[in-house]
């Protein structure tokens, strides 16, 4: 948070200058301002309400992140989970304020249910193994295959990614073998003695 998610950013910045890869951070709502003015790097939200303009003290309305100059939202992450209609009337809010959808979902089957939503991407994330340090892609790679197959049927512009223990290019380079396009990660980043280092394994892991 505060200075720390800045650096993180920069860092960011510099990874995807030197790799290539595209790489957007979500910090805490309230550092999304001090970090899109100090770096480059795309940010998202961790979350918006599907709300508009009106009595809603309390809640984050999708049009004030957009101003502020976020790109996009994350959506029913594990920790900040909604009901299947909350989804899509947040990814439906999401788009009228012009930002960039992922929805996060635990299962194959509720993947296939966010589909019909067509958010920009959709993030396949077990929960048991979140900040586990064992891979999605190697403990359970049925489940990102799975999650794909199931996604692109409904609609194969939806770009799938892989979540829940990465923490090296190795299990980065196991996800996209299962047909995910990108990651999703926090803890092997933020948590890494060397945030640089990890993140550009990552992004190597990427590149192969």
């Known amino acids: 948070m ?20 595209s790489i957007a951070i979500a910090p805490q709502v309230v550092d999304s ?3 899109i003015d100090s770096s ?9 309400d599907p709300v508009g303009m009106g009595q809603f003290t309390g809640h984050i309305l999708p049009e004030s992140v957009a101003e502020a100059g976020c790109v996009g939202t994350l ?6 989970q909604v009901p299947l209609e ?20 635990d299962t194959i089957e509720k993947g296939r249910q966010v589909a019909a939503f067509s958010p920009e991407a959709i993030a396949i994330e077990p929960p ?5 340090g064992i891979s999605v892609s190697r403990a359970k790679p049925e489940v990102v295959s799975g999650a794909v197959a199931a996604i692109k049927h409904i609609n194969p512009n939806i770009r799938v990614l892989c ?21 999703l990660v926090a803890s092997g980043v933020v948590k890494a003695k060397d945030p640089k280092v990890a993140l550009s394994d990552l992004a190597h892991g990427l590149r192969r």
């Open 75 to 80: 959506i029913n992450h594990s920790e900040r």
């Open 40 to 48: 480059e790097t795309p940010v998202f939200v961790q979350h918006v």
């Open 163 to 183: 979540g829940a223990g990465i923490t090296n290019g190795e299990d980065v380079a196991s996800a996209q073998k299962l047909g995910a396009e990108g990651i």
């Open 86 to 105: 909350a989804i899509k009337a947040t990814v439906m809010r999401a788009r009228e304020a012009d930002l960039i959808t992922i929805v996060c979902v």
């Open 2 to 21: 505060g200075e720390n998610a800045v650096k993180l950013a920069k860092i960011a910045e510099q990874v995807h200058l030197k790799t290539g890869v």
């Open 128 to 132: 048991e193994l979140i900040g586990s």
């Open 33 to 35: 301002k001090i970090v």
